[in-house]
């Protein structure tokens, strides 16, 4: 098993931020560094234990699609090798873990397009016919695929609380009606081109988390993450089947365990058995095998 890295400590740059996934530090006026580290979330509470690999997985699928996607829109990668802004003692905590990005405003929510009809959106259709209040045809099933991709914005919650689904209306009132209606646009065709794609490799991506950011003069980015395993449910497509929730290359895995103890979903988390981790960053590796190659 490989080191993992739970948390990065560079000494050679001003600490921003740590968030669930990601720690953040400044270069300088222009650009940040994001080191993805080893640390997993679920249900909004990071796990004490990490996930071998994980943070170098999910760096190299996000830089697969930024490459894939860019035609659509620009993102926020600088092509700076991480290498290059930290001391030389510090290297290993950044090599093929870390991107040197420009520094945007982020959007105050996260867009997420839905392709399928599964987890708080089925809750919803069950007894109310639709998902996050936009009505679908009667008669669909768990796991079934929607007539077109929906994009349902949530507002972006600080660590610790959960993120909140919100109308189409109240993200034009955080956001204005032609930004929410370029982010609405841009995610929905950014879901349809990387979601035809992964069908080509075996891989149903049911729904997925984009964040976007402007630039000075008002441009739009995509930033963060891009069609992760953590910022997204991806299916095999071979274990498909309407009726049901299909295994999945994401932290499902992990969540369905978690569910399966006495636990209340509240810090401290608990530790993941070393069998459950491994299992865990085999799916992970597995996503970036079958989507890059």
Request: overall charge negative.
């Amino acid at each position: 098993m490989t080191d993992s890295l739970f948390n990065s400590s560079i000494r050679s740059l001003p600490l921003l931020n740590r968030g669930k996934v990601r720690d953040i530090y400044a270069v300088d006026d222009e650009r940040l560094l994001i080191v993805t580290t080893d640390r997993l979330s679920a249900f909004d509470v990071v796990l004490p234990t990490p996930i071998p690999d994980k943070g170098k997985v999910l760096t190299s699928i996000s830089d697969f699609w930024f490459a894939k996607l860019g035609h659509i829109l620009p993102n926020q990668l600088t092509g700076v090798a991480p290498e290059s802004v930290v001391a030389p003692e510090e290297r290993d905590q950044v090599a093929g873990r870390a991107t040197v990005v420009r520094r945007l405003k982020p959007l105050p929510i996260e867009a997420i397009v839905r392709g399928y009809l599964v987890g708080s959106g089925w809750k919803e259709y069950k007894t109310q016919g639709s998902v996050c209040g936009i009505p679908l045809p009667a008669g669909l099933k768990e796991a079934d695929k929607l007539p077109q991709p929906i994009f349902t914005p949530s507002t972006k919650a600080e660590a610790g609380a959960h993120d909140e689904n919100i109308s189409l209306a109240r993200a034009e009132e955080l956001l204005g009606s032609e930004l929410a209606r370029q982010v609405s646009d841009a995610a929905i065709a950014l879901y349809k081109e990387a979601a035809d794609y992964a069908l080509t490799r075996g891989i149903i991506i049911a729904d997925t988390k984009f964040e976007f950011g402007q630039d000075a003069d008002g441009k739009l980015y995509l930033i963060d993450e891009a069609l992760t395993p953590d910022s997204s449910r991806f299916w095999p497509a071979d274990r498909y089947a309407p009726g049901a929730n299909p295994p999945s290359f994401d932290k499902q895995y992990v969540r369905d365990w978690l569910e399966s103890l006495n636990w209340n979903k509240r810090p401290p988390a608990p530790e993941l058995p070393a069998e459950i981790a491994a299992k865990t960053a085999e799916k992970y590796r597995e996503a970036l095998t079958r989507l890059a190659g």
